[in-house]
T-cell receptor, first 114, second 112 residues
Framework: AQKVTQAQTEISVVEKEDVTLDCVYE???????LFWYKQPPSGELVFLIR??????QNEISGRYSWNFQKSTSSFNFTITASQVVDSAVYFC???????????FGTGTSLTVIP | EAQVTQNPRYLITVTGKKLTVTCSQN?????MSWYRQDPGLGLRQIYY???????DKGDVPEGYKVSRKEKRNFPLILESPSPNQTSLYFC???????????FGPGTRLTVL
């Protein structure tokens, strides 16, 4: 069973538009961790955020914000006023406490058009 | 500089010829892991290690071996590579508390 679902395979937006990347996860553990990573065209994987299951506070970092909702098992990522440099593949990932394994979604490819 | 290194970065080989991809980290991390990335499938965990001499299977361990004899190194071994192991491989490491994985630059493997 898929543990992390990123239903949006590809998204294109025009520069300065806001865009939300969806992530839905599945776990039976009460303690788990959620992550977002960015993979720009150069190929490296860049850590963006970690959230644990006990902390449902939304987080904002500059133009990036994350909305964690346990009730819907979602951890969505919003980029405000998108820029060309935001063009990348974004991965959502899950690790639960008792499993020690990481599960990544299939990624969302974001293209920001100038 | 804190980093995860992988070697080689690119490798083309033939079916059945044993190969090893090395991974090393200089951050004293306990947790190390190998992933493969394939189009449309995202990253899938192959093996992981919680500490020296402790390794466990991830989602796609068939055809791979690993070892963790030293804390800093976590080599990935393909005893008899096959074309379906053609992929982009990433090594990663983290502490057991933060769990924020730092990834190596990737190894692109082609098995002919």
């Amino acid at each position: 069973a898929q543990k992390v679902t990123q239903a949006q395979t590809e998204i294109s937006v025009v520069e300065k538009e806001d865009v939300t990347l969806d992530c839905v996860y599945e776990t039976r553990d009460t303690t788990y961790y959620l992550f977002w990573y960015k993979q720009p065209p150069s190929g490296e994987l860049v850590f963006l955020i970690r959230r644990n299951s006990f902390d449902e506070q939304n987080e904002i970092s500059g133009r990036y914000s994350w909305n964690f909702q346990k009730s819907t098992s979602s951890f969505n990522f919003t980029i405000t006023a998108s820029q060309v440099v935001d063009s990348a593949v974004y991965f959502c990932a899950l690790m639960w406490n008792t499993g020690n394994q990481f599960y990544f979604g299939t990624g969302t490819s974001l293209t920001v058009i100038p | 500089e804190a980093q995860v290194t992988q070697n080689p970065r690119y490798l083309i080989t033939v079916t059945g010829k044993k190969l090893t991809v090395t991974c090393s980290q200089n951050m004293n991390h306990e947790y190390m892991s190998w992933y493969r990335q394939d189009p449309g499938l995202g990253l899938r965990q192959i093996y992981y290690s919680m500490n020296v001499e402790v390794t466990d299977k991830g989602d796609v361990p068939e055809g791979y071996k690993v070892s963790r004899k030293e804390k800093r190194n976590f080599p990935l071994i393909l005893e008899s590579p096959s074309p379906n192991q053609t992929s982009l491989y990433f090594c990663a490491s983290s502490t057991l508390t933060a769990l924020t994985q730092y990834f190596g630059p990737g190894t692109r493997l082609t098995v002919l």
